[in-house]
């Protein structure tokens, strides 16, 4: 990916460069350089200098925190054309999460003093990341909403939706998402067993398909629906 005849193509969906001519992208691109980083490698730890940007082309990468209680919690599964990295740290420049490639995973990754320098250079280009750092805020709101107004169900109905967006394969007419369990119920904010339960009860209402660590969406009117549930008075699940 991203070899010199394909930049044009690929430059063209992705939201870092959307509206930047060719050249400028092409001179982005340029400054950066690619890494292979094999399952479970971790790419950078909390805490650690924020050296890096990263553009994620092929694979999956967790990020995560650690609570005061030892328990990871995932914040985000990057999928390609997702940026990461030192756009995510402290006022002491380190780094607020860890990354993590859950599979074989291919990165275009720039030093941040040389992507800062880029910044400053194409305003344009500033304008497009603080975009993308606008919506992945957006989005951990819309979790942290979900979690304090939300039944169990609907969060993981939204969290299913979220996540086929982010990292869902097409294969044979559906959407899949290759996942733990126990991964969707740190992201849902549930136990695993809750989650099990529910997918259980949903494959057999034909809404999802679960199989070998895959969750298939088979009914993706059903399952948004239940997003629209109420909350019971009861609290948490």
């Not at 720039?110 to 750092?133: C, H, V, Y």
Request: glycine share 6%; charged share 30%; with cysteine.
């Amino acid at each position: 990916m991203f070899q010199k005849g394909q930049k044009r193509s690929i430059t063209k969906i992705l939201e870092l460069f959307s509206e930047i001519p060719e050249p400028i992208s092409a001179s982005v691109l340029s400054m950066g350089r690619f890494r292979n980083f094999p399952s479970g490698e971790i790419l950078f730890c909390l805490g650690d200098p924020a050296k890096e940007v990263f553009l994620l082309i092929e694979g999956c990468v967790k990020t995560t925190q650690v609570t005061k209680n030892g328990e990871e919690v995932i914040l985000r599964l990057e999928s390609p054309t997702d940026l990461f990295g030192s756009l995510g740290m402290d006022l002491q420049g380190r780094h607020n999460s860890t990354a993590q490639a859950i599979e074989e995973s291919k990165a275009l990754v720039w030093d941040t003093n040389m992507f800062k320098a880029a910044l400053s250079r194409f305003p344009i280009l500033e304008r497009n990341t603080q975009g993308i750092l606008e919506r992945r805020i957006r989005e951990l709101e819309q979790r942290f909403c979900e979690v304090a107004t939300e039944k169990a169900s609907a969060r993981l109905a939204g969290e299913l939706l979220r996540l086929q967006k982010q990292i869902g394969r097409k294969r044979n007419g559906q959407r899949e998402i290759k996942i733990r369990h126990e991964w969707v119920a740190e992201m849902a904010a549930m136990s695993e067993f809750t989650v099990s339960r529910f997918l259980a009860e949903w494959e057999r209402q034909g809404v999802v398909s679960v199989r070998h660590g895959t969750i298939a969406i088979q009914d993706y009117k059903s399952l948004k629906s239940l997003c629209r549930e109420p909350r019971t008075p009861s609290g948490l699940i």
